[in-house]
Structure formats: C-alpha cells, structure tokens
Nanobody
C-alpha cells in the first residue's frame, strides 16, 4: 500500500490543522492506520492509531484531548485533527499502515511526511 500525507502547514499556537493521508494500492480496510511525528533532533514518536473499521483508537498522552484520529474507508483516507496546537507539536508528521493493531509498535508501510510548524 502507498501512503501520501497532506495538510501540513504553518499555524499559530492554539490553532488547528487537519492532516489527511490517502492510501492506494491495497484494500484500505485491511489496514490499521497510524500517525507518527518527528521533531528536529528527536526520534520519531507515536501519535495515534486507528483500527480497521475505526471503532478503536489510541492516542499518545501528549496529544490526548487535543488530537483526534479518524478514517473514511470509502475514501481510503485517514485523518488527524489537531486542535489547541502547541509549539512542541512542530514536527514532520507521517502516516503509516499495518495489518495488525499494536499501539506505538512498529508499522510496515510508511508515507512521506508533511511538515507542521506551530508558531508563537
């Protein structure tokens, strides 16, 4: 499966962005979808994950209450709604896919990232 993330940009602290990740080349509903991020000088970290049908999600503690992950299997797309953005949310955001639901675990398929920059 091929993944393409989009929707990143520059936003002021406290603002919102919605990232999208479009999948192709596979049966989208067969895959668990995840979001990760990597800030400059830091290791990549888990942001969130959503199950095959979307009935189960898991978010990192750092984003709980601010970010929401959702998916539309008819559109082969997963979303990351980011509200109340903080400076520390600045990172390249990546979407990923895997056949198995394993929060914060490794995932098999990765897309190119989209840059999110939060300014003061």
């Amino acid at each position: 499966v091929q993944l393409q993330a989009s929707g990143g940009g520059l936003v002021q602290a406290g603002g919102s962005l919605r990232l999208s990740c479009a999948a192709s080349g596979g049966t989208f509903s067969n895959y668990v979808m995840g979001w990760f991020r990597q800030a400059p000088g830091k290791e990549r970290e888990f942001v969130g994950i959503i199950s095959w049908s979307g009935d189960l999600t898991d978010l990192a503690d750092a984003v709980k209450g601010r970010f929401t992950i959702s998916r539309d299997n008819a559109k082969n797309t997963v979303y990351l709604q980011m509200n109340s953005l903080k400076l520390e949310d600045t990172a390249v955001y990546y979407c990923a896919a895997d056949l198995y639901y394993n929060p914060s675990g490794p995932m098999d398929y990765w897309g190119k990232g989209t840059q999110v920059t939060v300014s003061s």
